[in-house]
């Protein structure tokens, strides 16, 4: 399997935004976006709910469905 990596952001960041948050510089300059062997899920939440509640049932939910898209593969 392929490790997937949870990364919650803070209210009014975008999930593509959270995601490209985890970068790097690459050996050639050009940065690198991601990890080479992990998926980077970013959910995003309605609302000004931190997470917890509501925001913890989303990031679950989101967990869960990339897990079961890709089990086995």
């Known amino acids: 399997g392929c490790p997937i990596l949870l990364s919650l ?3 009014g960041v975008k999930e593509n935004d959270q995601a490209d948050s985890h970068k790097y510089q ?7 976006f991601g990890f ?3 998926w980077v899920l970013a959910p995003e939440r309605d609302g ?3 997470w917890e509640g509501t925001g913890y049932q ?9 897990s079961g898209a890709f089990w086995g593969l």
Request: hydrophobic share 40%.
């Open 9 to 11: 952001s803070g209210v």
């Open 26 to 32: 690459g050996p050639s300059g050009d940065f690198v």
């Open 36 to 38: 080479p062997n992990a």
């Open 48 to 50: 000004a709910h931190n």
């Open 58 to 66: 989303t990031a679950m939910r989101s967990l869960e469905a990339v």
